[in-house]
């Protein structure tokens, strides 16, 4: 069983940057992908963005050049830096992982092995 820890997230101003953190621990295996994903209140969970182990990453179209993915392998850590934040990015964001997946196939959500807890990112105007 797998453990992921979410940090990092907070209130920012509009224009303002946050880095979350999602560390994982436990029974980890050699090959996984991790991704981020976040819900804001009323709404369905939404792909943010996906790391590989061998270092591919995938952004999803509307947060490309805002949102950085990448990843520690030494410390099974993944990073979401997010800059220009905007009121419109504020919800729960959540990190998983993803055994046999890849940065396509994590965003569909059908082969999560493990969640985090989530950590709420607020983005006031």
């Known amino acids: 069983q797998v453990q992921l820890a979410e940090s990092g997230g907070g209130l920012v101003q509009a224009g303002g940057s946050l880095r979350l953190s999602c560390a994982a621990s436990?029974?980890?295996?050699?090959?996984?992908?991790m991704g981020w994903f976040r819900q804001a209140l009323g709404k369905e969970r939404e792909f943010v963005a996906a790391?590989?182990?061998?270092?591919?990453?995938y952004v999803a179209d509307s947060l490309r050049g805002r949102f950085t993915i990448s990843r520690d392998n030494a410390k099974n850590t993944v990073y979401l830096q997010m800059d220009s934040l905007k009121p419109e990015d504020t919800a729960v964001y959540y990190c998983a992982l993803d055994y046999a997946g890849t940065v396509q196939t994590i965003q569909l959500m059908k082969g999560i092995d493990s969640w985090g807890q989530g950590t709420q990112v607020t983005v006031s105007s």
């Open positions: 790391s590989a182990r061998g270092g591919t990453t």
């Open positions: 436990g029974r980890i295996f050699s090959t996984y992908a």
